[in-house]
């Protein structure tokens, strides 16, 4: 079966600090992949999809980066984290619907 | 450019009682998802819906779709205190590659 795993859980980082968040995907190959932000009480906001290695589309100009160096890997990068980048990060994958990581609660400060 | 409405975006109600959340999407799309969020967590799906007509029921939910009208619903069946959370609807576009665009989110309280 198909499943997704996404770390840390848990990020408090400081303002200016890099930043290093890890989706894999096992059980598929291939797949489409998508990293969103939700703001604190707010709807997800489409960041950046993946449909193969080294294929990155960025749907918002933003201090964030991504990269698919193998198949079933996402990675979202900040060279310098804002007081902005806060909120909570989820990967997700396209087989059969979309499944969602379990996400990454970042706090900058 | 896409937009997903729901409506409404907060709800409070009292556990028996019946309600539907809404949700208008302003562009063709060939599907449309249901997920619930609890606080802190990530989304679980409850429904995809694929054609015009579509109906599908779990337990007290079940939601339905009108691609004509552009409009999904989320209806509650007397509402237990288990179902609150926030619900999005979600819809599919083809923009170099397939992207799910979500609505805002409707934040449903079910008090006792």
């Known amino acids: 079966s198909q499943t997704i795993h996404q770390w840390p859980a848990t990020l408090v980082q400081p303002v200016g600090s890099p930043l290093s968040l890890e989706c894999t995907v096992e059980?598929?190959?291939?797949?489409?992949l998508y990293w969103y932000r939700q703001a604190a009480g707010r709807g997800l906001q489409l960041l950046f999809y993946s449909v193969g290695i080294g294929q990155i589309s960025s749907e918002v100009p933003q201090n964030l980066s991504a990269s698919r160096p193998q198949d079933r890997q996402f990675i979202l990068s900040s060279k310098k984290l804002l007081l902005s980048d806060s909120g909570f990060y989820l990967c997700?994958?396209?087989?059969?619907?979309?499944?969602f990581g379990s996400g990454t609660r970042l706090t900058v400060v | 450019e896409l937009k997903v409405e729901q409506n409404p975006l907060f709800l409070s109600m009292q556990e028996g009682k019946n309600y539907t959340i809404y949700c208008n999407y302003s562009?063709?799309?060939?599907?449309l998802y249901w997920y619930r969020q609890d606080p802190g967590k990530s989304l679980e799906s409850l429904f995809v819906?694929?054609?015009?007509?579509a109906v599908k029921q779990e337990g007290r939910l079940m939601a339905s779709l009108d691609t004509k009208a552009r409009l999904s619903t989320l209806h509650i069946t007397a509402a237990v205190h288990d179902l609150s959370a926030t619900y999005f609807c979600a819809v599919t576009i083809i923009q170099g590659a397939q992207k799910l665009v979500f609505g805002q989110g409707t934040r449903l309280t079910i008090n006792p």
């Open positions: 562009t063709t799309s060939d599907r």
């Open positions: 997700a994958w396209e087989g059969n619907g979309y499944t």
């Open positions: 059980g598929t190959s291939n797949p489409n």
């Open positions: 819906l694929l054609s015009n007509g």
